[in-house]
């Protein structure tokens, strides 16, 4: 069976990941998922920021960092600190978070 093949007859999301980037546990598939966490926090950050109302620069001047810090967030661009991304999310935001280990 080809790639196409597989991807058509799977059965759940995971089956076409492991097609298209390999069993978990492999680097592709490892890269691949960092990729996808950063995105998810990213758009969650976007949008509560535009729940809140709050342009990129009004949001870093309320946690003391940089716009283009928050920036490069949003866009899933660098890496975040467990403390800054509750400083940014609590304190800049008025959000509550919680972290979930599986």
Same mark, same amino acid.
């Given at each position: 069976?080809?790639?196409?093949?597989?991807?058509?007859?799977?059965?759940?999301?995971?089956?076409?990941?492991?097609?298209?980037?390999?069993?978990?546990?492999?680097?592709?598939?490892? *890269?691949? *998922?960092?990729?996808?966490?950063?995105?998810?926090?990213?758009?969650?950050?976007? *949008? /509560?920021?535009?729940? /809140?109302?709050?342009?990129?620069?009004?949001?870093?001047?309320?946690?003391?960092?940089?716009?283009?810090?928050?920036?490069?967030? *949003?866009?899933?661009?660098?890496?975040?600190?467990?403390?800054?991304?509750?400083?940014?999310?609590?304190?800049?935001?008025?959000?509550?978070?919680?972290?979930?280990?599986?």
């Amino acid at each position: 069976m080809n790639k196409k093949e597989v991807i058509r007859n799977a059965k759940n999301f995971d089956e076409i990941l492991d097609v298209q980037y390999g069993k978990i546990g492999t680097k592709k598939r490892d *890269e691949f *998922e960092l990729k996808a966490q950063y995105f998810i926090i990213s758009e969650v950050l976007k *949008e /509560a920021r535009r729940e /809140a109302k709050m342009t990129q620069q009004q949001l870093a001047e309320k946690v003391g960092t940089k716009k283009s810090y928050i920036s490069r967030l *949003e866009n899933g661009k660098c890496d975040i600190q467990l403390s800054t991304l509750y400083r940014i999310f609590e304190d800049g935001l008025g959000k509550k978070i919680s972290l979930l280990v599986a």
